[in-house]
């Protein structure tokens, strides 16, 4: 079964920047589609960017200007760079990737989470 691991997580000051990466794993033939999901305590989960297997991207609102998603295809791994954070944007952040196996199956997997924390 393929995993993906998260890091990158901490503690920032509101203003600050912070990056994010997940590395996926196992026996894998390709990924399709990544993404950066979080949720604050008591919040629903949040799409916050989703990145094609081709590098096209798409943002929330509610971080459109200041989060950037990009992978890195060779690496199997995806990137969340985080500028100009804010309070709001406190969250334990996951990655999803949809990955295809060598016998043509596939499945969604989720990173273990990591915890940003944005102070003001």
């Known amino acids: 079964q393929a995993r993906m691991v998260e890091s990158g997580g901490g503690l920032v000051q509101a203003g600050g920047s912070l990056t994010l990466s997940c590395a996926a794993s196992g026996s894998i033939n390709r990924i399709n589609d990544m993404g950066w999901y979080r949720q604050a305590p008591g919040k629903q989960l949040e799409l916050v960017a989703v990145?094609?297997?081709?590098?096209?991207?798409n943002t929330a609102d509610s971080v459109k200007g200041r989060f950037t998603i990009s992978r890195d295809n060779a690496k199997n791994t995806v990137y969340l760079q985080m500028n100009s954070l804010k309070p709001e944007d406190t969250a334990v952040y996951y990655c999803?990737?949809?990955?295809?196996?060598?016998?043509?199956?596939?499945?969604?997997?989720w990173g273990q989470g990591t915890q940003v924390t944005v102070s003001s």
């Open positions: 999803k990737a949809k990955v295809y196996y060598t016998n043509l199956r596939y499945s969604d997997v």
């Open positions: 990145i094609t297997s081709a590098g096209d991207t």
